[in-house]
């Protein structure tokens, strides 16, 4: 018989659990506000002004509570592993999770990221010993089940949802297809690294700072090459609405929502905080419904049923 797990464990598990699920909800609405983004400046754009954004709001907060913009006392190693995870995940997989989502729209684009729990479980049993009871197994499926159940229903109307692309091409929608199989890659890569790098109760903020700063880096050395700074500069003056766009998104995905996943997946199972991170589909429903005055059907009601249920028994099982 396993022993029991004392109550400070406890809540530390269900402190990860929680964070993972107030996760998805600053995904849900940070997806929204860089779609729009991506419409004012296009993908790649986006993706520099939104580590710039993200890099200001996070050294602010670092600074605040720790005292420094940037953790200068962590080791060589740990920027090693949290660097290449920013590069993987926020570099490479942001990129195309941004085409799709100008592609395909943000509940289709965040449809391809509940690829990413199953690819992360399968790559945390293999770089990192994790393993899973067969009741989380059973609960992962459920919940990306509902999950997939719910992005993947038409609109009772026959008519494109607003927050696809109505003009899309035959040729643009298997472009945002590969775009969003590369994202879930690239998140659950991204994933795996930055567990390797937040070992010893290593602060989540201050990993997160890591992340982004490497990512802006790597990001900006590459625009400076290309020689597209000033184009840069020249589209973020001339789409102001858009740079509220890219400040709203950079506040509740990189600096809330980066920084709470960052806690989760320190201390709970990847598979686990991977699965309740991919519940913004879920949490685009009412936005949808109240905000694009899309309706909500049976099978949206059922598939939500089902997410949730799963998500339910990750948190008792």
Same mark, same amino acid.
């Given at each position: 018989?396993?022993?029991?797990?004392?109550?400070?464990?406890?809540?530390?598990?269900?402190?990860?659990?929680?964070?993972?699920?107030?996760?998805?909800?600053?995904?849900?609405? @940070?997806?929204?506000?860089?779609?729009?983004?991506?419409?004012?400046?296009?993908?790649?754009?986006?993706? /520099?002004?939104?580590?710039?954004?993200?890099?200001?709001?996070?050294?602010?907060?670092?600074?605040?509570?720790?005292?420094?913009?940037?953790?200068?006392?962590?080791?060589?190693?740990?920027?090693?592993?949290?660097?290449?995870?920013?590069?993987?995940?926020?570099?490479?997989?942001?990129?195309?999770?941004?085409?799709?989502?100008?592609?395909?729209?943000?509940?289709?684009?965040?449809?391809?990221? @509940?690829?990413?729990?199953?690819?992360?479980?399968?790559?945390?049993?293999?770089?990192?010993?994790?393993?899973?009871?067969?009741?989380?197994?059973?609960?992962?499926?459920?919940?990306?089940?509902?999950? @997939?159940?719910?992005?993947?229903?038409?609109?009772?109307?026959?008519?494109?949802?607003?927050?696809?692309?109505?003009?899309?091409?035959?040729?643009?929608?298997?472009?945002?297809?590969?775009?969003?199989?590369?994202?879930?890659?690239?998140?659950?890569?991204?994933?795996?690294?930055?567990?390797?790098?937040?070992?010893?109760?290593?602060?989540?903020?201050?990993?997160?700072?890591?992340?982004?700063?490497?990512?802006?880096?790597?990001?900006?050395?590459?625009?400076?090459?290309?020689?597209?700074?000033?184009?840069?500069?020249?589209?973020?003056?001339?789409?102001?609405?858009?740079?509220?766009?890219?400040?709203?998104?950079?506040?509740?995905?990189?600096?809330?929502?980066?920084?709470? @996943?960052?806690?989760?997946?320190?201390?709970?199972?990847?598979?686990?905080?991977?699965?309740?991170?991919?519940?913004?589909?879920?949490?685009?429903?009412?936005?949808?419904?109240?905000?694009?005055?899309?309706?909500?059907?049976? /099978?949206?009601?059922?598939?939500?049923?089902?997410?949730?249920?799963?998500?339910?028994?990750?948190?008792?099982?």
């Amino acid at each position: 018989m396993q022993p029991l797990k004392s109550s400070w464990a406890r809540m530390t598990l269900s402190m990860g659990e929680i964070a993972a699920f107030i996760t998805a909800m600053c995904y849900s609405a @940070s997806s929204i506000f860089f779609t729009m983004a991506v419409r004012k400046f296009g993908p790649l754009v986006t993706n /520099r002004l939104r580590l710039v954004a993200a890099v200001f709001l996070l050294g602010t907060a670092h600074w605040i509570i720790f005292g420094t913009p940037i953790p200068s006392n962590a080791e060589a190693e740990r920027w090693f592993w949290l660097g290449s995870s920013g590069i993987v995940g926020l570099v490479i997989g942001d990129l195309f999770l941004f085409q799709a989502y100008i592609t395909l729209g943000p509940r289709l684009g965040l449809l391809f990221l @509940s690829l990413s729990p199953a690819l992360t479980t399968l790559l945390a049993w293999i770089f990192l010993g994790e393993t899973l009871s067969t009741g989380n197994i059973f609960a992962i499926v459920l919940t990306l089940a509902g999950i @997939s159940w719910v992005v993947m229903e038409s609109s009772p109307t026959g008519k494109p949802r607003l927050d696809m692309n109505p003009g899309i091409s035959q040729t643009l929608f298997i472009k945002g297809i590969f775009a969003g199989l590369i994202a879930a890659a690239g998140q659950s890569f991204g994933m795996v690294l930055a567990k390797n790098g937040l070992t010893g109760n290593f602060p989540a903020l201050s990993a997160n700072v890591i992340r982004m700063s490497v990512a802006f880096l790597a990001l900006w050395v590459v625009t400076i090459i290309q020689g597209q700074v000033i184009s840069t500069v020249q589209h973020a003056t001339n789409q102001r609405v858009g740079l509220i766009y890219v400040l709203g998104g950079s506040f509740f995905g990189p600096l809330i929502g980066v920084s709470l @996943s960052m806690f989760a997946i320190q201390n709970i199972n990847l598979g686990i905080a991977s699965t309740i991170i991919a519940l913004p589909p879920i949490f685009l429903l009412p936005i949808g419904h109240f905000v694009f005055k899309e309706a909500i059907t049976w /099978r949206a009601v059922v598939g939500t049923v089902i997410a949730v249920t799963g998500v339910a028994l990750l948190f008792l099982i």
